[in-house]
């Protein structure tokens, strides 16, 4: 008997890093699904006017994933506007590359605190809210980033194995309890923050469209691992029982080694200034979005990948 899908229709979304790229476009994505869904975004404008694109079951709201009270106080007020939280996606990330012996420890610590901390947050609050209505589920976005190690992009790579393991761990603690988890590891996504990557051999870029929609064949279909595209399960797979020597040898042919080590530099640049100046205009010295700004840091940056 084929497998019957859960609804999503009615259904109470919240998604971080949602004024814009994976995470609007899941946003409407759902939205077409019927779901409920509230749009946190550090730029609290930002989401309100994408939220009003959607319909009048949609919100937007400003939330700092860094900070526990705002993202507890984000949650609050979806709840207060839409019901009770039935799915949390962990959507806001920041990437900021460079050779790792270089890198500024503030560099480094404004990663862990949006990708590692955000995600945190979001877990831990969604488990205390879900699990005592035996009910619910948690989407984290990690990347590929998590499953191996890409150069030029060391600190990344660290919070999204750490967004992985976080993300395996909690489901074993909700197994039987009726809340689901997924983590989704995207490849590289066309959004501002993904330009100037170098695209991997035989791996085509994807759209913030694809991400959205393996998301929500996911919270219809509940499953943990969610590859984007899909054949990233198989090559990963596949890599993880070769020798060490041979998948490595297996990246360097895809050119894996060059997707954030050879990013374009003066790309990044550009678009670096305009992160730095949404971050100003926001008034905020912190990211609240996968593809949203980033911190100044005067070296490349980017998205999920």
């Given amino acids: 008997m084929a497998k019957q899908p859960r609804y999503l229709n009615g259904k109470v979304v919240a998604i971080t890093g949602g004024a814009r790229g994976i995470g609007l476009a899941t946003a409407r994505a759902i939205a077409r699904e019927g779901g409920k869904v509230a749009l946190g975004d550090l730029n609290g404008d930002g989401a309100a006017a994408a939220a009003e694109t959607l319909g009048p079951n949609a919100i937007g709201l400003s939330v700092d994933v860094t900070d526990r009270d705002s993202f507890e106080a984000f949650i609050d007020a979806v709840e207060e506007r839409l019901g009770p939280v039935d799915v949390v996606i962990n959507n806001a990330g920041i990437m900021l590359l460079g050779d790792f012996m270089d890198e500024d420890p503030e560099r480094a610590r404004s990663q862990f605190d949006v990708n590692v901390w955000g995600v945190w947050h979001g877990t831990q609050i969604a488990m205390r809210r879900m699990r005592p209505r035996g009910t619910g589920h948690i989407v984290n976005i990690a990347s ?162």
């Fill in 144 to 305: 590929m980033a998590g499953k191996t190690g890409f150069p030029g992009g060391a600190t990344y790579c660290a919070t999204k194995h750490a967004v992985v393991g976080l993300s395996e761990a909690v489901r074993g603690e909700l197994r039987k309890t009726g809340v689901e988890v997924s983590v989704v590891m995207p490849s590289i996504v066309n959004t501002d923050l993904g330009s100037g990557l170098v695209e991997a051999r035989f791996v085509k870029n994807i759209n913030p469209e694809d991400v959205a929609q393996e998301i929500v064949d996911a919270l219809k279909f509940p499953r943990f691992d969610v590859f984007v595209p899909r054949s990233n399960q198989g090559v990963t797979r596949l890599t993880a029982v070769l020798p060490r020597r041979a998948s490595e040898a297996v990246g360097r042919a895809f050119k894996a080694d060059q997707v954030l080590a050879g990013a374009n530099t003066q790309v990044r640049l550009d678009y670096e200034r305009q992160a730095a100046q949404r971050r100003l205009e926001a008034g905020e010295g912190g990211e609240s979005g996968a593809d949203g700004p980033a911190p100044e840091t005067g070296e490349k940056e980017t998205a999920e990948s």
